[in-house]
């Protein structure tokens, strides 16, 4: 089966550091690596995606890379503030139609 | 736009009770789904909907049931509910017909049966 892994266990950064959050999957390449954030109690949000023939995508302060080799991608947040403390979301693209989702990575930023 | 709105909010069931959680979007989007997400487990798809008229199974369907009658509303119904469905359900919906593109969720609807 398709699996998807992120780490489970809490990130804590200090502000104005770099956030690097993992994600890594079984099985083939997705053709799409999706990235969402959720904050608690709410619904995810969609924050980036990348394709399989893309190695990096950026929006604003935030960078997503797709290793093929390493079956991984990598999800940074530069200058980190409190405001981005939250779960973040890793979603594979699997068979047509089926999204499938890593169990998250709660990131916390502090003073 | 409203985007995703689920209904209920939260509700408590008994077991073996049934009830309907209501997911519409105002998008026009193709594409709608249902997960629920479980400590420790992620979002696990249950049912998901390319169109009105179509329907198909996710990774966890059993005891649960879907129908798209329109494009904008996608029911999801607990026919006989168990204390395993205790769950929080989001519904979602896609403009992408294949999933390939940003997906929208609703707020989520908190479910305890006990």
């Known amino acids: 089966s398709q699996k998807i892994e992120q780490n489970s266990e809490a990130l804590n950064i200090q502000e104005g550091k770099t956030a690097t959050l993992t994600c890594n999957y079984t099985n083939y390449s997705p053709a799409y690596l999706q990235w969402y954030r959720q904050d608690p109690g709410r619904g995810p949000v969609f924050l980036l995606l990348?394709?399989?023939?893309?190695k990096e995508k950026r929006k604003e302060r935030l960078k997503v890379t797709f290793d093929t080799t390493l079956k991984q991608s990598l999800f940074h947040i530069t200058a980190s503030q409190p405001a981005d403390s939250a779960t973040y979301l890793c979603?594979?693209?699997?068979?047509?139609?089926?999204?499938?989702f890593g169990t998250g990575t709660r990131l916390q930023v502090t003073l | 736009n409203a985007g995703v709105t689920q209904t209920p909010k939260f509700q408590v069931l008994k077991t073996g009770q049934s009830m309907t959680l209501q997911c519409a979007q105002d998008?026009?989007?193709?594409?709608m789904s249902w997960y629920r997400q479980d400590p420790g487990m992620g979002l696990r798809l249950i049912h998901y909907?390319?169109?009105?008229?179509?329907?198909d199974q996710g990774e966890v369907p059993n005891g649960y049931n879907v129908s798209r009658s329109t494009t904008e509303d996608f029911p999801l119904r607990l026919l006989s509910a168990a204390p395993s469905q205790t769950s929080v359900y989001f519904c979602?919906?896609?403009?992408?017909?294949?999933?390939?593109?940003?997906?929208?969720f609703g707020e989520g609807s908190r479910l305890t049966v006990l």
């Open positions: 990348i394709r399989e023939n893309e």
């Open positions: 909907s390319v169109g009105a008229g179509i329907t």
């Open positions: 998008m026009n989007h193709e594409y």
């Open positions: 979603a594979r693209t699997g068979t047509a139609s089926k999204l499938t």
């Open positions: 979602a919906s896609s403009a992408d017909r294949i999933a390939t593109g940003e997906l929208f």
